[in-house]
Every structure is written in C-alpha cells, then in structure tokens.
C-alpha cells in the first residue's frame, strides 16, 4: 500500500519528459514492441518500412523494415511504406495505456500506407 505522504509526492512531481529520461523510455517500448505487433498484424506484408518519429525529441526516429522478416534500426529515412509522427507526451501515454486509441488517433499524423501506419496505435506496453 502507498502512504498517503508517497502518493502526495507523486502527483506533485514534475513528469520525467526531459531528453535524458524520454528518449531510453520510448526507445525501449519501441524495441521491446514494435516489431512484435507488426509481425501480429502483417505477417504477409514483406518489402516495406515503418518510420516512427517522435518529433519532440532528439534522435527520435526508428525504422522497422521487413524483407524476409523484421528488423529494427535507429536513424533517417527517406523511402517509406509509413510514417507515423507524434510527440512524446502522446508517445509514452499510448504505449503505457494513459491515452484511449481514438484520442492517439487524433495526436498523431501517418503519411503514406495509412493502415499499416496506424497498427501502432494497438501497442501497448503496460497491462492495467
């Protein structure tokens, strides 16, 4: 059980959306989900890249590629088959449940395969 002095500090506590505690945030969701759920969802697809950009923050731009079977890099791109591009506040809460998937939808832009984009709004890294 949390003391009642505990959960008090927790809510006054500023969110942890600096550069050096974000970015390992969202790379580890990135890398621990990502090509998992879109193994899921489109096994079939080969030949095509996903780009997600987390706009806000540097380095913040993952590919996940698929020839023969899916791979994670970190870095730019220019050929795409999608790209996402959100922020990092609507980054973590949709990957810890702390945003609905209609309101994800509306925080983020795809460009490109609009379907293969918005496969990444089912991840979620945090069961409640």
């Not at 998992?36 to 993952?62: A, C, H, M, R």
């Not at 970190?74 to 050929?79: A, F, N, P, T």
């Not at 460009?111 to 293969?116: N, S, V």
């Amino acid at each position: 059980m949390v003391s009642p002095a505990a959960n008090q500090r927790s809510r006054c506590s500023p969110l942890l959306v600096e550069q050096k505690w974000i970015h390992p945030l969202i790379d580890t969701f990135v890398r621990g989900l990502v090509p998992t759920i879109y193994q899921k969802v489109f096994p079939d697809k080969n030949n095509i890249s996903v780009i997600l950009e987390v706009e806000d923050i540097p380095d913040g731009k993952w590919i996940l590629k698929k020839k023969n079977s899916w791979e994670l890099f970190v870095g730019e791109e220019l050929d795409y088959t999608s790209k996402v591009v959100m922020n990092a506040d609507t980054t973590w809460r949709m990957f810890t449940k702390n945003i609905d998937k209609e309101a994800a939808k509306k925080r983020i832009n795809v460009y490109g395969d609009i379907e293969l984009g918005q496969a990444i709004l089912e991840l979620t890294t945090i069961i409640k």
